[in-house]
């Protein structure tokens, strides 16, 4: 490595709360909407989050998406994604980037969610992981994330998703960093099916707890307003979307204490979709 590189390596390992935290962290416009909730995200961006919750999409649906963190173009996020159910089970693809030319991290990832009964849905994805700098060698790694979820009642539902549960690591040229280590347990209420309240706990092994809400009205499953909470430190959320015919166009925002502004946005297409 030549100083610059090194200087920039270094910056942004000391900076990884930022860094490898939206790498492997980033949710998508619906869950941003919804206080960074990520269990029970039961849209084409499940993905990005709790994959079994994939486990009983209908039909195979693609989408895009992009999300300018704080406003900072080096803390910009991309990512495409397609589902592809099947009589066994859900398959999905994921390719996602955050960064930009000097500094940018990429996640490819493939995941299989399934069913099992009425009560019970589960998923498992496999990551690969790489940071590239400019001038300078690619480093990567794997890890992995699972999520089950399980219905209580008509009303109560619970889950939790963990990424990286086996502590992987990124390879550098002349040392390893340890992915983050992330563990997420919710709970649902929904009282009837125009509206959900979600409540989830979030911890990095490295940090402290963080304590998340949000919650989402929908109005015959074609508009949808969503909001939410997230700290510490606090961030408020809003966002909400539209739905025609098999087209969803959902946006999300998020206001940092210190930071800033968040936004996003993203569509997704849902072909030969079946009424509810």
Known sequence: MNKLT?????????????????????????????????????????????????ATHKGLAVGASYQMRFNMKGLSSRAATIIVPGSFGTISGLVYQS???????????????????????????????????????RA??????????????????MGVYIQNPEQGKINYQETTYAVPTLFNAALRWRPFIDFQLMIELEKNLDA?????????????????VRGGIKGKPVEMTFGGGIRLAGLSIDVGFAHHQQLGITSGAGLSYLFNRKNR
């Not at 402290?208 to 949808?224: A, E, R, T, V």
């Open 6 to 54: 090194s200087i920039l390596c270094l910056a942004s390992l000391c900076f990884c709360g930022s860094l490898f935290s939206q790498t492997i962290d980033y949710s998508g416009p619906v869950a941003a909407s919804m206080g960074f909730v990520k269990v029970f995200d039961d849209s084409p961006w499940a993905s990005l989050n709790n994959v079994s919750n994939l």
């Open 99 to 137: 960064g930009y030319e000097k500094s940018n991290y990429s996640r490819y990832a493939m995941s299989f969610s399934r069913q099992f009964g009425e009560k019970v849905s589960a998923g498992l994805q496999f990551n690969y992981l790489a940071h590239q700098i400019q001038g300078d060698d």
């Open 140 to 157: 990567d790694g794997l890890y992995s994330s699972l999520g089950l979820n399980f219905v209580i009642s008509q009303q109560w539902g």
């Open 208 to 224: 402290d707890m963080i304590y998340k809400s949000g919650l989402q009205f929908n109005f015959k499953h074609k508009l949808f």
